[in-house]
Nanobody, 123 residues
Framework: VQLQASGGGLVQAGGSLRLSCAAS????????VAWFRQAPGKEREFVSGITWNSSNQYYRDSVKGRFTISRDNARDTVYLQMNNLNPEDTAVYYCAVARGGMVPSDPSDYRYWGQGTQVTVSS
């Protein structure tokens, strides 16, 4: 499975971006999918995840109420709508397909990774 992440860019604080993660084939439909991010000099961290059937969505505390994750299994695509962005959200964002249907926060529980898309929020 190849994952193509897109939608990053440069935005001012308070702005919005929508990230997309497109899978090359249907394998991801039975798996949880998550977004991680990594800022320079920091560890990769879990941002948001959605279970295989969209029954549950999870967010790190700092993005709750601002970010929304969704998936369209017919298009093999997962989205991350990011609103009210702030400079602390600046990072490379990666999408990843979990080994199972859930979305753990440990990156080692993910089998496939996208190439990352840069999000930069200016103050």
């Amino acid at each position: 499975v190849q994952l193509q992440a897109s939608g990053g860019g440069l935005v001012q604080a308070g702005g919005s971006l929508r990230l997309s993660c497109a899978a090359s084939r249907r394998t991801s439909r039975n798996n949880g999918v998550a977004w991680f991010r990594q800022a320079p000099g920091k560890e990769r961290e879990f941002v948001s995840g959605i279970t295989w059937n969209s029954s549950n969505q999870y967010y790190r505390d700092s993005v709750k109420g601002r970010f929304t994750i969704s998936r369209d299994n017919a298009r093999d695509t997962v989205y991350l709508q990011m609103n009210n962005l702030n400079p602390e959200d600046t990072a490379v964002y990666y999408c990843a397909v979990a080994r199972g249907g859930m979305v753990p926060s440990d990156p080692s529980d993910y089998r496939y990774w996208g190439q990352g898309t840069q999000v930069t929020v200016s103050s």
